[in-house]
C-alpha cells in the first residue's frame, strides 16, 4: 500500500513553505501534509466542474485555500470543510467571504444535509489518500444530492476508479462508482508541485452523475455482490459467489464462469438478477 498524504492549498506558491514568518499553515507530519504549490494545477483542478445544474460546492481539505480562491471566482456558494484547527483559523483570516461557510469537521462523520439540506452540490477537493476511497463510497451513499464530483487522489487510486473492465485494476469502487457516474481520468499531477513532495504521482478525476440512478436489480444486493466477488478476485464467480448457496442448475450459467474484472458494470447488474430470485 502507498504511503498516504494529505494535501493543503496555499494561495501563493510561497505559501507552500512547512514553515513561515508570516503566518502560513505549518506542516504537521502526523497528517502527511504536503502543500500544492502550482497555481496553474489549483486553477485547473477547480475548472473541472462544469458548475452546471447546481449553485453549491463543497471542498474537502481546503487547507489554506489555494483551490478554495478559484472556487471563489465562480458565481457559486462554496462551502469548505476542514478537520485542521490550524488550517480553518488560517482560512478564516485570509478568506473573508467564506464567513459562516467554514466547516471545522470530518466529512466522514458529518451530516452535510446540515449545509445544504435536500439541494444539489457538487464536491472537489485535493482528498487526503488515507481516506480518499472513504470519501468515495460516502459520496456514493449521498449520490441523490450529487451531480459532480471532482479531484485529485492518489494516481492508482484515480486510475482505479475510472478503469473499464478486463484489467488489473478494475475494482470494486470501478464497478460501484460507474453504476452511478461517468467517470473519467483527467490528467495526472507529479509530486514535484507540492512541498515537500510525496513519493507518488497524483491524478484528478471527474465524476458526473447518470441521468437515472435507479438500478434494475436489487441495489443493496448489487452492492454485496460486486463486493464478494472482488474479495476473490482470482477466483471464477462460481467459487467466489458460493456464499450465496445458489442452485446449481444457476451456477452452470457460464458468467459464473469468470473472474470478476471480466464483467463489465451492466454485466454485474445482469449477475445480480440472476441471483436475486435466490438470495437470502
Not at 462554496?78 to 483559523?89: L, P, Y
Not at 470501478?174 to 507518488?200: D, G
Request: with cysteine; hydrophobic share 35%.
Amino acid at each position: 500500500m502507498k504511503k498516504s498524504f494529505k494535501k493543503k492549498g496555499g494561495n501563493h506558491q510561497r505559501s507552500a513553505m512547512s514553515q513561515s514568518a508570516e503566518g502560513d499553515v505549518k506542516a504537521k507530519k502526523h497528517l502527511g501534509q504536503h502543500f500544492l504549490t502550482d497555481e496553474g494545477v489549483a486553477e485547473k483542478i477547480a475548472g473541472t466542474l462544469s458548475y452546471s445544474g447546481y449553485e453549491k460546492v463543497l471542498e474537502i481539505g481546503p487547507g489554506m485555500g489555494v483551490l478554495t480562491k478559484y472556487l471563489l471566482k465562480k458565481d457559486l456558494d462554496v462551502h469548505v470543510i476542514e478537520i485542521d484547527r490550524e488550517s480553518v483559523a488560517y482560512l478564516q483570516e485570509h478568506y473573508p467571504a467564506l464567513q459562516g461557510k467554514i466547516h471545522e469537521k470530518d466529512f466522514l462523520k458529518y451530516d452535510v444535509s446540515e449545509i445544504f439540506g435536500q439541494e444539489q452540490f457538487a464536491i472537489i477537493g485535493n482528498f487526503p489518500y488515507n481516506i480518499s476511497t472513504q470519501i468515495v463510497f460516502k459520496m456514493l451513499e449521498l449520490r441523490e444530492y450529487i451531480p459532480e464530483f471532482s479531484g485529485m487522489f492518489q494516481k492508482e487510486v484515480a486510475q482505479r476508479i475510472c478503469e473499464k473492465e478486463g484489467n488489473k485494476t478494475y475494482g470494486i469502487l470501478s464497478v460501484l462508482v460507474q453504476a452511478f457516474y461517468e467517470a473519467e481520468y483527467l490528467f495526472t499531477v507529479p509530486p514535484s508541485v507540492f512541498n515537500p513532495p510525496p513519493k507518488v504521482d497524483s491524478g484528478v478525476l471527474r465524476l458526473t452523475r447518470k441521468e437515472d440512478l435507479s438500478l434494475p436489480c436489487d441495489e443493496k444486493l448489487f452492492f454485496r455482490v460486486v463486493k464478494t466477488a472482488f474479495q476473490q478476485r482470482r477466483k471464477t464467480l462460481r467459487n467466489s459467489l458460493k456464499i450465496f448457496d445458489l442452485p446449481e442448475n444457476i451456477t452452470e450459467d457460464s458468467i459464473f464462469g469468470l473472474r470478476p474484472e471480466q464483467l463489465s458494470t451492466a454485466r454485474f447488474i445482469e449477475l445480480t438478477q440472476k441471483i436475486q430470485p435466490h438470495a437470502v
